[in-house]
């Protein structure tokens, strides 16, 4: 078994040495056990913050324990009544090759009408989070403006397209201007403003006459005080996430901007997606009749290079290396 295991606590951006990556034998199922072959394992922003020490929604991983991951791949071994060989499923089964399971989070999925990737992508918790974040926390109304962050990503591209099947208006923020000729064209969003371009606030309001209903936060930092002035009157902020953040060394300034939170009465909201656990039905449901509708587009951004690629893949996504939902084939 090829296995990714924590070497150490990273500061700053991950890099190489933070992993350890060895063979081991591979893992034989338990009473109740199964063991699946994973072929893909998916990266997220999150990686960086369960790899620190200290509080958070989730333990950090122990230094020396197989880094935490979704993955996906076929049941190869079964003792588990509801799991049997030849299924494909998704889990929390790590980065590595195979591994053992109780069943406990796992899903067998249908690869019929979407790939494996997309049951970790946005079938999986991605999709789930731009579905519950936004509906749940963002409510927009038909005729409202969302603005999202972090647009050509897994979660943010769903959440304007959501956004625009619920009637409101779609505005992403990308970098760079092939991403954000994505978020506009394949995406379908209204608009998308290039936030490395270096005039955010003003092509900001220029692309949201009526001002920001809903912003969706995938970033933090200087996008978000930008945005804070253009919020309307009880707008929502779900905050999903702060990947501005992730690889600080440093604590960094709180935004400067937070009058607007007071004299607009926003309503500011964390959350994580595991609270929506006992509805993630509901966003499968609708994530799939969207789809077969033809009113969501996904991309997955896949890359080769097995195991030993994960410390370099892990990478893209804080520099925004990727495009779509990040996978890696293994
Ligand atoms: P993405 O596919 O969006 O990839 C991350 C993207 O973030 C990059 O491609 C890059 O896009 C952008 N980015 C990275 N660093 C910066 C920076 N310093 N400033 C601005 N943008 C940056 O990842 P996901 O869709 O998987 O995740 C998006 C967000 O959602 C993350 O913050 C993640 O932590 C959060 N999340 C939260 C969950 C929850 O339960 N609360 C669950 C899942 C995700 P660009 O090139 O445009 O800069």
């Known amino acids: ?5 924590l070497a150490r606590r990273p500061v700053g951006l991950v890099s190489n040495d933070d992993f350890i990556i060895a063979d081991e034998p591979i893992p034989e199922p338990g009473e109740g056990e199964f063991r699946v072959r994973i072929s893909c394992i998916s990266l997220d922003p999150a990686m960086r913050g369960w790899m ?3 509080k958070s929604y989730a333990p ?3 230094v ?3 880094m935490r991951a979704f993955s996906a791949g076929e049941v190869e071994v079964s003792n588990h009544p509801l799991f049997k060989p030849g ?4 889990g929390l ?3 590595q090759k195979y591994a053992v399971s109780n069943g406990q989070g796992a899903l067998v999925v249908d690869t019929k009408n979407a790939p494996l990737e997309r049951w970790i992508g946005g079938f999986g918790m991605p999709g789930t989070t731009a579905y519950f974040g936004l509906i749940d926390i963002g409510r927009p ?3 409202e403006t969302v603005v999202v962050s972090a647009a050509a990503g897994a979660v943010g591209s769903l959440v304007g397209q959501i956004a625009k099947i619920q009637g409101a208006r779609a505005v992403g923020i990308a970098g760079g201007p092939e991403k954000c000729r994505i978020v506009t064209e394949e995406y379908g969003f209204d608009a998308c403003v290039d936030y490395k371009a270096g005039n955010l606030g003003g092509e900001l309001a220029a692309a949201c006459p009526d001002g920001i209903d809903v912003y969706f936060e995938n970033v933090g930092g200087e996008i978000l005080d930008t945005v804070l002035p253009l919020m309307n009157t009880f707008g929502r902020i779900p905050l999903c996430g702060l990947i501005s953040a992730y690889s600080a060394t440093e604590p960094l300034p709180g935004p400067k901007n937070l009058r607007s939170i007071l004299v607009n009465r926003l309503t500011v909201r964390g959350f994580v997606i595991f609270d929506f656990a006992d509805r993630y039905e509901e966003a499968a449901t609708a994530l799939a009749m969207w789809a077969g509708e033809g009113r969501l587009k996904f991309r997955e951004d896949v890359r080769e290079g097995g195991i030993d690629a994960f410390p370099e893949t892990l990478k893209l996504l804080y520099t925004g290396g990727n495009v779509g939902k990040l996978v890696l084939k293994v």
């Open 1 to 5: 078994n090829r296995v990714v295991r």
């Open 52 to 54: 620190n020490a200290g």
């Open 60 to 62: 950090p991983i122990s």
């Open 64 to 66: 020396g324990g197989i």
């Open 87 to 90: 299924d494909k499923v998704t």
């Open 93 to 95: 089964f790590g980065a």
């Open 141 to 143: 109304k038909k005729g």
